[in-house]
């Protein structure tokens, strides 16, 4: 990895895309840091310690930490995120979006991307308009009453939005100009850029006696072996053999060959965590927005001991949103009736299997054992820093999270393959040698 990262900024072309890429990323810190106006920073702080089991702490990690200080960069890419899941999710389920983009070509995804683009103004509106209640109801502005309330609020609305607006055309310019997909590089950076804050909190930690080295060693070296775990999973996949029949065509033979069809083992990606946080975080995130119940009464207890993020419920409620979210995600991207039809079509087969339903139905087959052991996977991801949190001293306080882990590690493995394909088509020796 390291050499075809050397091998890549002695290329000019590369060299150049890396330096744009790195300018960029520097646009985006810069913003992440300014505050917007008419916010009261130390009202902030105490209304938002309350949301940090909520879905606004998973905003605030994907933001890097954006969302807490309340800067114009707060709403990040969760937006154009949402957008884009949104109008993924219509494209399966509305026929005409469908066949604009199966049949449209590049002219289909233009149109497409063009109305994730206004879907994301309008998402970041709302959520803009949420976070400013949140302020407001909170007494976190510096004005909240008469004619200046509502310029003042229009003006962090139209802030925040434009910010979100922004970070979309910035993941675009380096998507075009730079290196790797725009908006998984700047999400990169968003999540790494809490490293130093986690190191912080683990030397304070230490030094006032709540965690030992002992515990720093054992994360340290867990934190590689899940690295590790997470690598071999994402690049596994389980390869169906397919053949095509041979054709004579005039006077020559066509056809003949054997090939695969491979199936990624986790082939929904980070998707169905993001999913499931959203739904598991919902109810205590509509718990934020009311008085905190008597200890011991019935809402306490389901809040603490169902919904808190330490509870077992929890983990468990989590789990098996993560499973049927990662079935529900895989049935949209793989269709195999549809690809049952395209070897039917083109002359191909399955060893074994007559072509038609008997192939779908084995594609089908095979599709679920895989996406089961990619759900228990995302499984496993999405609770080990829940039992970090439980039985780690301080563990709470790490804000380390499997969502993270898995961006991250997915983003750096796509980016260092695109710099490898760019240097393969240059003759340059990559890793893959």
């Given at each position: 990895?390291?050499?075809?990262?050397?091998?890549?900024?002695?290329?000019?072309?590369?060299?150049?895309?890396?330096?744009?890429?790195?300018?960029?990323?520097?646009?985006?810190?810069?913003?992440?840091?300014?505050?917007?106006?008419?916010?009261?920073?130390?009202?902030?702080?105490?209304?938002?310690?309350?949301?940090?089991?909520?879905?606004?702490?998973?905003?605030?990690?994907?933001?890097?930490?954006?969302?807490?200080?309340?800067?114009?960069?707060?709403?990040?890419?969760?937006?154009?995120?949402?957008?884009?899941?949104?109008?993924?999710?219509?494209?399966?389920?509305?026929?005409?979006?469908?066949?604009?983009?199966?049949?449209?070509?590049?002219?289909?995804?233009?149109?497409?991307?063009?109305l994730t683009r206004y879907?994301?103004?309008?998402?970041?509106?709302?959520?803009?308009?949420?976070?400013?209640?949140?302020?407001?109801?909170?007494?976190?502005?510096?004005?909240?009453?008469?004619?200046?309330?509502?310029?003042?609020?229009?003006?962090?609305?139209?802030?925040?939005?434009?910010?979100?607006?922004?970070?979309?055309?910035?993941?675009?310019?380096?998507?075009?100009?730079?290196?790797?997909?725009?908006?998984?590089?700047?999400?990169?950076?968003?999540?790494?850029?809490?490293?130093?804050?986690?190191?912080?909190?683990?030397?304070?930690?230490?030094?006032?006696?709540?965690?030992?080295?002992?515990?720093?060693?054992?994360?340290?070296?867990?934190?590689?072996?899940?690295?590790?775990?997470?690598?071999?999973?994402?690049?596994?996949?389980?390869?169906?053999?397919?053949?095509?029949?041979?054709?004579?065509?005039?006077?020559?033979?066509?056809?003949?060959?054997?090939?695969?069809?491979p199936i990624k083992v986790?082939?929904?990606?980070?998707?169905?965590?993001?999913?499931?946080s959203s739904i598991a975080?919902?109810?205590?995130?509509?718990?934020?927005?009311?008085?905190?119940?008597?200890?011991?009464?019935?809402?306490?207890?389901?809040?603490?001991?169902?919904?808190?993020?330490?509870?077992?419920?929890?983990?468990?409620?989590?789990?098996?949103?993560?499973?049927?979210?990662?079935?529900?995600?895989?049935?949209?991207?793989?269709?195999?009736?549809?690809?049952?039809?395209?070897?039917?079509?083109?002359?191909?087969?399955?060893?074994?299997?007559?072509?038609?339903?008997?192939?779908?139905?084995?594609?089908?087959?095979?599709?679920?054992?895989?996406?089961?052991?990619?759900?228990?996977?995302?499984?496993?991801?999405?609770?080990?820093?829940?039992?970090?949190?439980?039985?780690?001293?301080?563990?709470?306080?790490?804000?380390?999270?499997?969502?993270?882990?898995?961006?991250?590690?997915?983003?750096?493995?796509?980016?260092?393959?695109?710099?490898?394909?760019?240097?393969?088509?240059?003759?340059?020796?990559?890793?893959?040698?």
């Amino acid at each position: 990895m390291l050499e075809t990262i050397r091998n890549a900024w002695k290329t000019p072309e590369l060299r150049k895309r890396i330096i744009f890429t790195l300018v960029c990323l520097v646009i985006f810190r810069f913003g992440s840091v300014i505050p917007v106006p008419f916010i009261d920073k130390t009202a902030l702080a105490s209304v938002l310690e309350g949301y940090q089991d909520t879905i606004l702490g998973f905003f605030n990690m994907m933001s890097g930490g954006a969302f807490e200080q309340a800067n114009i960069f707060a709403l990040s890419i969760q937006p154009y995120i949402n957008a884009s899941i949104i109008m993924q999710l219509l494209s399966v389920a509305i026929p005409a979006l469908e066949r604009m983009v199966k049949e449209g070509g590049e002219e289909g995804r233009k149109k497409l991307a063009a109305l994730t683009r206004y879907a994301t103004l309008v998402i970041g509106l709302l959520q803009g308009f949420a976070y400013y209640m949140i302020l407001k109801n909170g007494g976190a502005l510096k004005m909240s009453t008469g004619l200046g309330s509502f310029w003042i609020g229009l003006v962090i609305i139209v802030t925040f939005t434009a910010g979100s607006a922004f970070i979309m055309w910035l993941g675009e310019q380096i998507t075009a100009n730079g290196i790797g997909n725009g908006i998984s590089i700047i999400l990169f950076a968003s999540i790494i850029s809490r490293i130093p804050t986690i190191i912080n909190t683990v030397v304070n930690l230490m030094m006032s006696g709540a965690m030992n080295w002992l515990w720093v060693i054992a994360l340290v070296v867990g934190l590689i072996a899940l690295i590790g775990f997470i690598v071999f999973v994402t690049d596994a996949e389980r390869r169906i053999p397919v053949s095509y029949a041979k054709k004579m065509v005039g006077r020559k033979m066509y056809g003949g060959r054997s090939t695969n069809l491979p199936i990624k083992v986790n082939m929904s990606g980070v998707m169905p965590i993001i999913f499931a946080s959203s739904i598991a975080t919902f109810p205590a995130t509509i718990a934020a927005f009311f008085p905190q119940p008597a200890a011991g009464s019935f809402w306490y207890n389901v809040q603490t001991y169902v919904f808190s993020p330490q509870s077992a419920t929890y983990a468990v409620i989590y789990l098996l949103l993560i499973v049927l979210f990662s079935y529900f995600y895989a049935a949209i991207q793989f269709n195999p009736v549809e690809i049952a039809n395209n070897l039917k079509s083109n002359g191909g087969f399955i060893p074994g299997f007559r072509p038609g339903r008997p192939t779908s139905d084995f594609i089908s087959k095979v599709m679920n054992k895989i996406t089961l052991f990619g759900a228990v996977f995302l499984g496993i991801i999405a609770v080990i820093p829940i039992l970090i949190g439980v039985f780690v001293p301080g563990g709470q306080s790490l804000a380390l999270g499997g969502t993270s882990l898995l961006i991250v590690v997915g983003v750096a493995q796509e980016t260092v393959k695109q710099m490898e394909q760019q240097l393969m088509m240059r003759n340059y020796k990559g890793f893959l040698e």
